[in-house]
């Protein structure tokens, strides 16, 4: 089953479909902050739009073994990224339907995409060659980010959800730490499952 799924994960017309779905995700992902980067400080702008920014990590880094060649520091991020902002925006538009009740298209369609993001890092991390030092640098990274978020209050704004900044923050820090051991597990990991495309 496990072969099954990647011999489709690694065949080209898969992998171009997938490139080109995030490519334009990560598009759209920069212009839904649109709003939000108009009132952010100069020097905060690169830390608010988390969840393109894990995109074109996974573009950088699946366009890299396309190629093949691995590009780990950007494999690293790709993979904690992508779980984290993945899983994050799917409890956080969860929870905005428990605290005010709203729900739409929209909130099902970032549900879904983010998701598959979450899983889609999981998937390719086989094909990534993740050195720890790549894993060290991104985990600092990772909670450098949310310490903007949550400090400085450049977290993404979602609906009433900035009445509960304690409790979200506290349960991102969480987040990140369970990423990043996912992150380990999934790349670093001696005995891991590892894989190659192959050239054509």
């Known amino acids: 089953m496990k072969n099954w799924i990647y011999a489709i994960l690694s065949n080209r017309m898969v992998l171009w479909a997938i490139l080109v779905i995030n490519i334009f995700g990560t598009f759209y ?21 988390d969840s393109p ?13 396309m190629m093949g060649r691995n590009f780990g520091l950007f494999e690293a991020l790709a993979v904690v ?8 925006a799917v409890v956080m538009n969860l929870f905005s339907f428990i605290v005010d009740g709203s729900f739409s298209l929209i909130a099902l369609m970032l549900i879904v995409s983010h998701a598959a993001m979450a899983l889609e890092g999981l998937l390719y991390a086989p094909y990534f060659r993740v050195k720890p030092w790549h894993l060290a640098v991104a985990a600092i990274i990772l909670v450098h980010n949310e310490i903007i978020d949550y400090v400085f ?8 959800l900035h009445l509960y900044m304690d409790e979200i923050g506290y349960f991102t820090f969480w987040l990140s730490i369970l990423s990043i051991g996912i992150g380990y597990l999934a790349t670093v990991r001696k005995g891991r499952t590892a894989y190659t495309l192959p050239t054509r």
């Open 29 to 49: 992902g920069y212009y839904w902050y649109k709003t939000q980067l108009e009132v952010t400080p100069l020097h905060f702008i690169l830390f608010v739009p």
């Open 53 to 65: 920014t894990a995109s074109l990590f996974f573009v950088i880094a699946l366009a890299g073994i």
């Open 81 to 88: 990224s992508l779980f984290k902002y993945g899983i994050w």
């Open 153 to 160: 209050g450049m977290m993404p704004t979602y609906s009433v």
